[in-house]
């Protein structure tokens, strides 16, 4: 029995640091998997910031265009931004001008100073009114008969957030006048 005793020696110590070891791997695995997450949910919060910031910028030019009551005079695009003017371009065929910055610099922005994400970036949601087409209708009214003008709009606009979160929507609006 003393003989079976000596020949153990060091079989315990083997075996918590067998024991030591898969619990080591297993924290790890845990660690790993729980930054991985916390990177997807920052990511997600990011896009949905500039999701939210883009949306404000879209629904600011449709509500500019639903109230004004006067077809807007076109410019061009490469009219220079004017602070407090809104600019409405003739229709942009050439999509990749998106997702141009220079492009951006001659846009509208809102200035409420909401949108300041810290990091060097302090970027106000913008947007971009383009002039898609018109047409008349004539609407026969007891009376006489009346022409209604209607006039079609692509509104772009563009939210950024933190990091590198970028959302660009665009909506079609018709306004009567």
């Known amino acids: 029995m003393n003989r079976l005793i000596r020949n153990e020696k ?7 640091l067998i024991i030591m070891l898969a619990l080591s791997v297993v924290g790890i695995g845990m660690t790993s998997s ?20 883009a949306e404000a910028a ?3 030019a449709e509500e500019w265009l639903s109230s004004s009551n006067e077809s807007p005079t076109l410019s061009t695009i490469d009219t220079a931004y004017e602070k407090d003017k809104i600019i409405v371009w ?22 409420n100073g909401f949108y300041n994400y810290g990091e060097g970036r302090n970027i106000q949601p913008q947007f971009a009114i383009e002039f ?3 047409q008349g209708d004539t609407v026969e009214t007891s009376d006489e008969n009346q022409a209604i003008k209607r006039a079609y709009y692509r ?18 609006v018709m306004k009567r006048f």
Do not use: F, M
């Not at 729980?34 to 910031?53: F, G, H, M, P, S």
């Open 34 to 53: 729980l930054n991985t997450t916390t990177k997807i949910t920052t990511n997600q919060r990011d896009k949905q910031i500039a999701l939210e910031a």
């Open 155 to 172: 509104i772009t606009s563009r939210g950024l957030g933190p990091g590198n979160s970028e959302v660009i929507l665009q909506s079609v």
């Open 132 to 134: 898609l087409a018109r």
């Open 10 to 16: 060091g079989v315990s110590l083997l075996y918590c």
């Open 58 to 60: 879209l629904r600011y």
């Open 90 to 111: 003739p229709q942009i065929n050439d999509k990749s001008v998106w997702k141009s910055d220079d492009h951006w610099e001659n846009t509208y922005s809102l200035e």
